[in-house]
């Protein structure tokens, strides 16, 4: 039953979403499933995320939230900023209670969205196990993470998805160590669909949601998201700074189907020919004052990725 819905959805989505039509805003709905005024700062790139998220999700969507920045702008009951239901769930066990929500679920034979919207810290870090136990076990939900690259809710401590040479309130003098690579360990899952996506894309964000909804089993989009107080750059550069992360190959957008790699649009130019470094890291003040030792270990990473992610795709490994 699933399937056949499956199927029938992957059919429409093709009509639905072809290269044109995701290039033009009319695709994304007005309706609002994020409500205004919520509790996160001035210029917070995740919260627009999650509003482009639930977008693509419709009303007949639940999400599952462990601690983290998003549990705090979805209000204070009986007031929230949401109109889907949101399940608060302990730090370590989003993924744990996606698995028991999916399947109670499709036990009653509801197909709604099972969607965990989960922070750096609370995936990379305090989260894996349960994320890898339902990756394996093939839930059928979407697990996003949202990356802003520290402990944002409790005032920026580093965690494992912080940046060689970033400072963080646990790491004044920069990050000695390099971000954990998530996605690579997602993919060691094997599951149907992955991808990377950035908020200063919204339109390419909501084309994965969608296409990763009308897969079933268990599906990964890892959101690099910035953040202003955490990054520590003016509120309205919020945008800007998540295009240079993409235009310097800092941050590559790429979807994974049945484990094969398509790099998307915008980030395939920057890959051929990537910004300087310096153009995205010199307008935050977590980076000031790095040293040209890290600044050239920092800009050798971006390179690597660059290229194993190229010889990927052109199929030489
Ligand atoms: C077990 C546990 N440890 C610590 C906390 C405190 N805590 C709440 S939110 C948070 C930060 C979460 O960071 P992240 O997952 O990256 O999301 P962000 O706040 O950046 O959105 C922490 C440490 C907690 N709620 N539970
Ligand atoms: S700390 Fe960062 S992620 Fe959290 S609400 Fe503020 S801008 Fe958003
Ligand atoms: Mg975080």
Redesign the pocket.
């Known amino acids: 039953m699933l399937r056949l819905r499956t199927a029938k959805l992957s059919l429409q989505l093709m009509t639905d979403i072809d290269e044109r039509s995701v290039t033009n805003l009319s695709v994304i709905p007005k309706e609002e499933y994020l409500y205004k005024c919520t509790s996160a700062c001035a210029g917070c790139s995740?919260s627009l995320c999650l509003r482009y998220v639930l977008k693509a999700a419709g009303p007949d969507s639940v999400l599952v939230v462990?601690?983290?920045?998003?549990?705090v702008l979805q209000g204070i009951y009986p007031g929230t900023a949401m109109s889907v239901p949101v399940y608060n769930i302990?730090?370590?066990a989003a993924a744990a209670c996606a698995s028991g929500l999916s399947n109670a679920l499709a036990a009653q034979g509801k197909e709604t969205n099972v969607i965990v919207y989960?922070?750096?810290?609370?995936?990379v870090?305090?989260g894996i196990q349960a994320l890898s136990g339902a990756f394996e076990r093939g839930t059928n939900f979407l697990y996003i993470c949202?990356?802003?690259e520290?402990?944002?809710?409790?005032g920026m401590?580093r965690?494992g998805?912080t940046p060689l040479g970033a400072r963080t309130t646990t790491t004044p003098g920069g990050k000695p160590t390099a971000k954990k690579d998530l996605d690579r360990i997602v993919e060691a899952h094997n599951p149907p669909y992955m991808a990377t996506a950035c908020s200063a894309y919204p339109l390419d964000l909501y084309k994965k949601v969608k296409k990763a909804l009308s897969i079933e089993g268990p599906k990964f989009i890892h959101i690099l998201a910035p953040?202003p107080p955490?990054w520590r750059y003016p509120t309205e550069k919020t945008v800007e700074m998540g295009k240079m992360a993409v235009k310097t190959g800092t941050w590559i957008l790429y979807e994974r189907e049945f484990g094969k790699l398509s790099i998307s649009g915008p980030s395939k130019a920057a890959m051929r020919k990537p910004a300087p470094l310096e153009d995205y890291i010199k307008g935050q003040g977590r980076f000031k004052n790095v040293s040209p030792e890290i600044f050239d270990l920092m800009r050798q990473q971006v390179q690597q990725n660059i290229d194993r992610l190229s010889r990927e795709e052109a199929g030489a490994c």
């Open positions: 995740s462990p601690a983290c920045c998003t549990s302990a730090f370590a989960a922070g750096d810290g609370g995936t870090d305090i949202y990356d802003n520290a402990y944002g809710n409790t401590q965690s998805a953040c955490g």
